[in-house]
């Protein structure tokens, strides 16, 4: 993401009447520059670069995005909820527990085969779609 991100979150929160002061807009750079789901704690450590910024304005600004309907919550891993860009629903998100991991891929047949099995039992997709994964053990037959 670039910085007219950041700015187009600024101006959601803004046209909403919320503040954005140096410290939310650090959180709003760092959240738009990520490129993959974050979890509160990541995105803090991400926006101190861009000056100091406290734990409860990661927290705040993440439910105000989530409010305003341009991010999302993207996953869990028991401990930490991941937060993406709404955006982002056009992608699968792994989440590998055991390694504490959480990535997306592109997988835009799986999604059309999702999209199309929930049209017909009358749903759409409200957010993205996790997964819970398990890497695979090496196969030595697959190794060059």
Do not use: C
């Not at 055991?98 to 039992?121: C, F, K, M, N, Y």
């Amino acid at each position: 993401m670039t910085a007219s991100s950041a700015e187009r979150l600024a101006g959601v929160l803004k046209a909403r009447g919320h503040l954005v002061n140096p410290e939310r807009a650090a959180v709003l750079r760092a959240f738009a520059a990520a490129d993959r789901p974050v979890h509160a704690e990541q995105l803090w450590l991400d926006a101190r670069r861009h000056g100091p910024v406290s734990r409860a304005t990661v927290s705040r600004t993440l439910n105000l995005l989530r409010d305003a309907g341009v991010a999302e919550l993207s996953a869990r891993d028991g401990r930490r909820h991941y937060f993406s860009l709404k955006g982002a629903a056009r992608r699968i998100t792994l989440v590998d527990a055991s390694a504490g991991a959480v990535r997306q891929i592109e997988a835009p047949d799986a999604l059309d085969a999702l999209h199309a099995a929930l049209t017909r039992a009358g749903f759409a997709l409200a957010e993205g779609v996790e997964v819970r994964v398990t890497p695979l053990p090496a196969r030595p037959d697959l190794q060059a």
